[in-house]
C-alpha cells in the first residue's frame, strides 16, 4: 500500500500526522452515516459576510480540471502561488498583519493524469509525422512509481502495454489500430480514481511549519463537501510572537475529478467570514478530461 | 461671511470645469505603423515616445503600444522572402538571414507533415553563409524556389487565426490564458479585440487590438502599469483611430 510506503518514508512525525488523520476520519466515518461538518459550521468565525460584496467568480484552469472561485474584494491584492507542490493564486490584504486567502492545487496529481496528452494526441494523430507522434507517445505515457492505490498500479501497466501496442501498430502501419490503442489507454486512464484520505497527507497542514513564528494550536480535521466534491478541514490558531496578533488559519483540501485543491487562510479572526464566502462561491466547471 | 457662501460654488465649477478641461485635452497623432498610415487621439499629458518602429504613449509607469504585427499572411511571407532572395544573390547574406528570422512561418502551416515537407528548404536558406562553393550557392537558390512555392500554397487565414500568431509572439504562451476575445468595428474595419491574464493568478490583464491591414496586423497594446490606468486610455485610443 502506497500510505504505509509513505510512512516509512516520512519518519516518526510522519506516522503521527497520518494516523491522526486517518483516525480523525475513520472517527467521522464510523457509527452508521457518516457526521460531515461543513465548513461554515466550524466553530470559529461566527460573523457571516456577505457573498453579494463578493467579485464575480472567475475561472482559473491551471491543470485539466478547472476551478471557478470569487477573488478576494477590492483592497487585496493577488499573486500566483508557486510553492509546497501547489500553483494557484494568492491575495494579499493591502495594509495588513500579513492576511492571505490562497485558492491552489496540487500540480503532482494533475500530472499522474495523461488524459490531455492522450487527448491531444488523437486530436493530431492525422498531422503529426513519424517522429513527433513516437515523442507524444513517449510523452504520454503513465508514471506513477509510488502507485496511491492498487488500482492505480493496474490501470497504469495495463494503460503503458496499449501505448505500447500503440506504437507497435504505427510502426507496422496500422494506423486505426494505433489509433485504438491509444483510446483504450485514456480509458484505463480515466478509471483511475482516488480517495480524499489516500492523497490529503501530501498537503495536510503541518503546524511544525509555524514553530518559529508563535504557539501553534491545530483542531482536528472536519470532513465536509465543497460543491459538492469530498473535502477535510483544518482549523489552528498562531500566537505570534513577532507582533502579538492571534491569527486564525484554517486548510481545506477538496478532491475534485483526481484533482486535489487546496483553499487556505491566514489571518485575523473577523476576516475568516471573508474566507467562507469565497470557499461557498466555489465550483468545478466540466474541463477537457471530466469523467 | 454670506459673499462666501455666494462665491464658493462658483469656485468649485470653475474648478470642476478646469479638470474636466485638463482630463478632456488630447493630442491628435499621425503615425506610420508598419506600412500603414493612421491618426489617433491621446491624453495630451500621455507622453508620445517613438521606438523604432513601434510607438509608445506613457504617463509614468503606464504604457500603452501601437506597432505592426509583421507578416503573416502568405502574401506578406512570400514578399519577404523574395527580398531575403535578392540579399542573398547580392551577396548580403547576414541581412537575408535576419530578414527570415524575424518570420513567424511555422504558425502559418496548418499541420506538422506540411511544415515537414518544407522544413530543409527553410533551413538550407536560414543558414546559408558567405563563401559557399557555386554548387552550394545552386542548392540555395533551388531551396528558395521550393519555400516560395510551399509558401504560395498555404490557405488563407482568418482574423482569429491571425490574431493568435501575433500573440504568440507578443506574449509566452505558456504563461498566460486569453480572457475574452471579441470582434469589434474600428473606422470601419472589423478587427480583433482579445484580453489575456496570467494564468495562475488572473493579475497582468493586457489588452489588445488587431485589425487587418493586408500583410500584417496593426496591434495596440497596454502594457507596463496599472490596467485600471491603461484600459481607458487603450479604449480612448481605439476610439479614435482613423485609418488613412
Known sequence: MHQSGDLERSGPRGVARCAWIVATLLLASCGGEPEFVTTSELPIGHERFDPASLPPPEVFTWGSQPISASPAPEGWYREKAQSGGLRGVRFIKSRSFGEEIRIAEHYALDNRSRCAQLTALLRDFENLDRRDFLG?????????????NSYEERKVAAANADLDAARTAYLAGDLNGARRAIQQALRQGSDILYRIEEVIDRVMFDPGSYDSFG???TMPPQTGYVAEAPSVSVDYTLDSRDNGHLYYGRQVYVLENNHLFVLTFHGLQHTLPLFEAIVDSVSFPRGQCAR | MRSL?????????????????????TERHELLVGRQQISLQAPADWQYVRRDAEHVFKNRSEQVRVLDSGPLTREGFAREIRQARRLFLGNQIDESIVLLNRLKLRAAFPSQAQWQAVVSSW??????????SHA???????????????VAALPTRGLESLAIAALDALEPTDRRDVRMQQPVSVDGRVGL???????LSHAHRTRYLFVPTG???????????DFAKTGPVFDALVASIEFH
Not at chain 2, 15 to 24: G, I, P, Q
Not at chain 2, 123 to 132: K, L
Open chain 2, 136 to 150: 552550394e550557392r545552386r542548392a540555395v537558390e533551388d531551396a528558395y524556389a521550393d519555400v516560395l512555392s510551399q
Open chain 1, 215 to 217: 504557539e501553534v494550536e
Open chain 2, 123 to 132: 533551413r538550407r536558406i536560414s543558414r546559408s553563409s558567405i563563401g559557399s
Open chain 2, 5 to 25: 457662501i455666494h462665491v464658493l460654488p462658483l469656485f468649485a465649477a470653475v474648478c470642476l470645469s478646469v479638470s474636466v478641461d485638463a482630463a478632456a485635452q
Open chain 2, 215 to 225: 500583410e500584417s496586423l496593426f496591434v495596440v497594446r497596454t502594457e507596463f502599469g
Open chain 2, 193 to 199: 479585440l482579445v484580453e489575456t491574464w496570467d494564468r
Open chain 1, 136 to 148: 507524444a507517445l513517449q510523452r504520454a505515457r503513465f508514471y506513477a512509481p509510488d502507485p496511491i
